[in-house]
């Protein structure tokens, strides 16, 4: 009901959405930067893993009954699409994994920035 | 049994053969040696369909449809015979007639029918192939007497020649067969695969064809089925395809009979643009809601089951015709001349299928194929469809309609009758006995005696196909078709010769005059002849020639027939190497025979101690409004006797003494020229060359339709090609060249100056762009997901901002 | 003053280490440690899991996020484990403006959260008398084609809304193309040439 | 317990109070746990090897020898290697330890309308699998941590091994799932009440071999012989925990002992009927709740004393094990795992499918009826409309079927899931869920 926050009610009011969202924000921007800034391929992977779990948490927060008040609710699609979010992560960390070490394999290093054939 | 099992046991016996014909074309040859299973396969089928058939006719139908006593239809002529005493009363007291005889015949019938009009019919889709808009094709089922009739008729004589031509066939069992017919180019016969099983495998198809368009729901259905009929007999016409002649006739009769088609498909979509149905019964969509059928259209109940065409179709009617001149009290013609332009297309189909003149030519041909397909085209499938599509059809065809029909028999009957005089090949004569037979049918049809002409048609099956299955054990004896050769047989093969003459006693319609007593033609041909006789004394003036032809017919039929049994069994053999040649036939070819020869004597019968007889069944049958006297809006002077008129006792008395004269002038005759040669032949022929010559030669039907229709198309054909390699490929010659030509210029002048240039010039632009857009490809995943994250920004920015401008 | 809602508590304690973690992952530059923080993130996102009343979504994280993948990132960060990667220092540049655009997507995104009014906190007594709901067997359903939580527009019969069963084989599916291809990508092979430049 | 406390003091005492109370008990379960079994595995050792084991500190058996053992331990200088990563060598016992601890939250240790559990969730059995995979992590950190090659290895092998092992062991526990209908370990195990022909691990042959597909993997994820190549002393001096002594030390193995119980107990909850004994003597004294308080704790406390004796029974089958078996080889490890782990367990599971479906409301193998009322699903829904099957193939059916209607009855079906009537607390209730 009230969009304003207070500190004084900071631990009698229920979270929202907006409050898990604000915490998928903070792992996605966290993910987003892990991702432009780790050199380490495995770093990046991290970042993506992160990126993901704060979009999870969006979709588990509006799936949510207990944070209803009163706008959208996904109902049961949000913690399925959870749920296709964690089982794809982990292929795309299998593939992902098994791209980095092959890069290792040929390159001797895991350094993205090394890997800039591709440039134009 | 309960009625409504009807549609089911029927389906049945349509669709065995239809599996036996997908089991033979999938297995063929497999099927045993040579095939030969094939045939035990298709016979097992046709029997099925048989049994199914008769378990419909007597288990399903009659107990639930009791016939009406024959002396309650002799009740009914009274009242119809005194209604015709004043034929030129105001047509309105027709109706009166009419119901006068409707109400005793429906004390004869079941008492719930309150109506003569409600006869007893089943009705119903199986299953919808589609809608698209008005148009919906189903495939449906109408069952009433004439359906179940006509299913035990015909797959009686099926299951007879199926049977049959296991012995017939044998022949092809032998691997290789020797055609002795087909000469090839070192002088030897042709050496082919036997076709046993092929032969059997049409032979279901047929049947499965003609059984469906027996049972067919809708005109649309009917259309398929005939068209099956017609590539059946094409294909078994042209069985033995080596030979020139046989193929020559198949493709002969199909091309026949596509003409006859045409006019078919004409009737129909008259009948369907202004009516927007093709059912014949009423149907009950699945909303509750009744869609009437072509008969309920055509004559409601309002009318007293008259014709009257529907407004629909009299407003199409003044579309098609607008300059019709309009009737005295102010109603226009047009629907009636539409309802006489369907009626008279789907007449057409009937011409061809039915081998009516001028469309006949292909029947005698048709006797390429293998006897027992002779014998099934003949009585029960290819040629009966177009009769009973007549009937069938019946309420559609408008008075003037059926004046067509009548005279086209007639003619029909006649021309066929005089050729079978002078033909010396066996089958032949039967074949022209066919035709003439049809035409009777036709003209029966045509002159308001519906039950006479669909009784013919029942009766004539069953002689005629033990006709041709007797002509074809001759010919499978002597291995001849040429009477000229045959004589005296009937010392070798008596069980053939003496079904035989039963085959030609009933075709004559021999009987004791007077008497309810006599062979199965006899009452068929002496209905035909009463009604003939009252339709002659109800429109007096010319029309007593459809009188006179079918009595010198009937002559003309015994003369003929009875020259075939004595040319070929009586006398003196003429050819002893054929005579000692030949035998009689094997039991599974002779049993059929006599199976057949008692239906050729008793068909016509009333069952004793009950009313069960195939009239009474077709009574049944009758279609609504049709038993009453019609007269002609067209042709005002024109008027169809009610059927019931032509049972008057003068009538009788005088067509039975008319037709039993003729018959036994002309089966004198017969006597005195070739059994007793008091009279020769030859000196006959001799005197009477001219007209011999115009007999011999089919009055030159075939020469006519050469001349008048083949060689000018041929003509016209050639010139056209001509004027196509002159002129045509000339002037497109020279376009390609002025073409090239202009393009050449244009290439030079347009082309590598604007095109080419416009095209480099875009090429290099985004060359140039690419090379910028290479700066920002810079291969490092870490710059893209900058790029991400601003894009996402900025898209973000923008879209906040418009909506910030849009509704601050 | 009203008592104090566990819940919210335990809210914040897991926000903060989610968040937290995460933070600490991107600052940390070693990376094995950053490993460590991201599953501690992970765990604590999958106590806001249970949180949020989706306890098998929480399950899950722990069992294949946390217990799986993870495992899989750091057996990977052991296996190119060498002493020069282990710590690979990022230009300042990057940091800058990565920092930026990160900063200014962070502001733009949490702006929008709050930016709606009903995605605020709920009414507590409502939030408080709802029932448990159970998560486990509705997902099932859900991946066996059966929506049963909810029933389709005043339409009696089953169907209306479809689940999740094909994309439940269309995962499943993937799953075993990723295998196969994971395990193509990363078998033993014998360099041919030694890599150029190194 | 907090809800009980809620009635007489302020909110967050009671609640900090009762969860004070559990984590009390429950270190003390792993502490005194770890005592015991260290002493039972040197007695069982040395009876297997054919010596006394330790005998002298604190009389006859030398059951005092663990804590003289801890006392040392405790004493003993805390070392580290200098190119060790000091924040990670520190804290990786404590993350197994805690890992190790997280999992008995949620274990049962008696059932009835009175669950004895910590927080009773309703995907239990995920959740402990899941967390019992988490102390891993621990070894895997720790491995790295060193900077020793053995313990690298160590944690590669741990890191490759437990991975693994995770497919088939939740393979394995899915069986018990599908055929009590819930992942709420508390339905799983008075699914079993009754006499033994109702555990599970008789209820057809496909989940009796699943039973020791389980034991095998069970063993092999919390690392202990003869899967315990982290640590394979002949090869890598003593793996993953060479570098460590002292306190930290002691935590790795008290976790070891805290997994391997929690594993047993966790396979006599979904096979061996959990609190539920061979014999139905509880229910046949009256000890239920039907028939008071006391009768009804007595009667739990009866049933925790029957689940920690299969569990210990459990624990003391594995140092059986341990010392019988040789070490297999890190490939002998994963062929066990991908070539017949894996493979006979996905086989179980569709055996035990296709047992469900031919053979429903059948126990012991098929021979026995099963007991309707311990069948009925408790998931709250299906047992409104009269389903009294077992399994989620019936479940399946169910919801197929346009007569049980789970989707059909449009605005019921909301009511079917969220029954107000289920035996549950309110969303308060979620603060334990989190602590």
Known sequence: MNSTFHLANLLTEPPGIAHFMTVGAVLFVCGAMCMATKRNALGVLMGIELVLNGANMNFVAFGSQYLQNGGEYLGLDGPLMALFVIVLAAAEAAVALAIALNFYNNHDSIDVDRADQLQG | MDASALPTLLAIA?????????????????????????????????????VMSLVALFGAWLPNHPLADASHHGASYEAGAHGSSSPNAHSGDSHADGRAADAHAADAHAADEAHESEKPA????????????????????????????????????????????????????????????????????????GRFHRFFQ??????????????????????????????????????????????????????????????????????????????????????????????????????DHRLVPPPEMVAEGERTFASTETTGDGGSNAGHWLLFIAGVGIFCGCVGKSAQFPLHVWLPDAMEGPTPVSALVHSATMVAAGVYLVGRFYPAFSPEALLVIAVVGCITLTIAATIAITAVDIKRVLAYSTVSQLGYMMLSLGLGGWAAGLFHLVTHAFFKSLLFLCSGSVIHAVHSNDMREMGGLRRKMPITAYTMLVGCLAIIGAGIPLTAFGLSGYYSKDAIVEQAWSFAETNKGAYWLLLAMPVVGAAMTAFYM??????????????HHRYDHAHESPAVMTRPLLLLAFFAIAVGWTVPLTNLSVTNLLHQAEP??????????????????????????????????????????????????????????????????????LLWNKWYFDEL?????????????????????????????????????????????FDQTVVDGTVNTFADWTWDFGLLLRRLQTGSVRQYVLFIVAGTLVLFVAVSTVQWLAYS | MEPIYWPSFFFYLFAILACGFAVAVLLSANIVRMAFYLVLSLAATSGLFFLAGQEF?????????????LVLLVFGVMLTSQERFVSMKTMSGDWFIGLMAGGALLSLLAAAAFSVPQWGSPDRAAVENLPVQKTAAPIAMGLLGARVDQPGPDEPQRGVMSGYLLHFEIVSVHLLVVLVGAAYLARAKRKTAPAPGV | MGAFLDNYLPSWLAYTLAALVHIFLLLNLIAVGALVFIWLERKISGRIQDRLGPTRVGGKFGWLQTLADGLKLITKEDLMPVGADALLFRAAPYVSFAASVTAFMAIPFAGGAYPWVAQRLNTGVFFVIAVIGLEVFGVILAGYSSASKWSLFGAMREAAQVVSYEVPLGMCAVVPVLLAGSMDLVVIGDQQAGWFTNWFLFNDPATFITFWVYFTCATASVNRAPFDLAEAESELVAGFHTEYSGLRWSFFFMAEYGSMLSVSLLASILFLGGWHGPIPVASMLGLTYENGAVAGYLGNLLGCVNILLKGVLGVSVMMWVRWTLPRLRIDQVMTTCLKYCTPIAAAMFLGAIMWQYYLPHRNFFGLLPANESAYAVHEGWADQEGISSAGAVNMVEAADDSRGGLAVEGAGSAALLFDPATPSTSHVASAERGG
């Open chain 2, 624 to 693: 609504a409004g049709i038993a009453a006297t019609s007269h002609g809006v067209l042709l005002p002077s024109l008027t169809v006797p009610a059927e019931a008129l032509s049972h008057a006792p003068e009538i009788k008395f005088k067509a039975g003494l008319a037709a039993f004269g003729a018959a036994m002038t002309g089966l004198l005759a017969a006597t005195v020229i070739y059994l007793w040669n008091t009279l020769n032949p030859a000196e006959i022929r001799q005197t009477f060359q001219p007209v011999y010559r």
């Open chain 2, 14 to 50: 349509w669709l065995t053969p239809l599996a036996s014909f997908t089991v033979i074309v999938l297995l063929g040859k497999s099927l045993g040696p040579h095939g030969k299973y094939a045939g035990y396969i298709s016979v097992g089928a046709i029997l099925v369909s048989t």
């Open chain 3, 57 to 69: 979504i929480g399950a899950m994280q722990l069992l294949i996020y946390v217990g799986g993948t």
């Open chain 2, 122 to 193: 089943y009705y119903g889709d199986w299953y919808a192939l589609g809608q698209w808009g008005k148009l919906k094709l189903t495939i449906g089922y109408y069952i009433d007497a004439l359906t179940v009739t006509m299913f035990s008729m015909v797959s009686l004589i099926a299951a007879c020649v199926h049977v049959y031509a296991l012995g017939y066939m044998h022949d092809e069992l032998h691997d290789p067969y020797v055609d002795h017919e087909v000469h090839v180019h070192d002088g030897g016969h042709l050496h082919r695969p």
């Open chain 2, 705 to 749: 339709y050469s001349a008048a229709l083949i060689r000018p198309t041929m003509a016209l054909g050639r010139r056209i090609a001509a004027f196509d390699r002159a002129v045509i490929d000339e002037l497109i010659h020279g376009l390609a060249w002025l073409s090239r030509g202009v393009s050449k210029v244009f290439g030079v002048l």
């Open chain 2, 562 to 575: 009875f020259r075939l049994w004595y040319m070929t069994f009586a006398g003196k053999p003429r050819n």
């Open chain 2, 202 to 303: 049409y032979l279901s198809l047929f049947s499965f064809s003609m059984l469906g368009l027996v049972i067919a729901g809708n005109v649309a259905m009917v259309f398929v089925f005939w068209e099956l009929v017609g590539i059946c007999s094409y294909f078994l016409i042209g069985f033995y395809i080596e030979r020139q002649s046989a193929s020559n006739a198949a493709n002969k009769a199909f091309i026949t009979n596509r003409v006859g088609d045409f006019g078919m498909l004409i009737g129909m979509m008259a009948l369907w643009a202004s009516l927007g149905t093709f059912a014949f019964g009423d149907l009950t969509t699945p909303d509750g809601q009744t869609e009437l059928g072509i008969f309920s259209r055509l004559r409601t109940a309002e009318n």
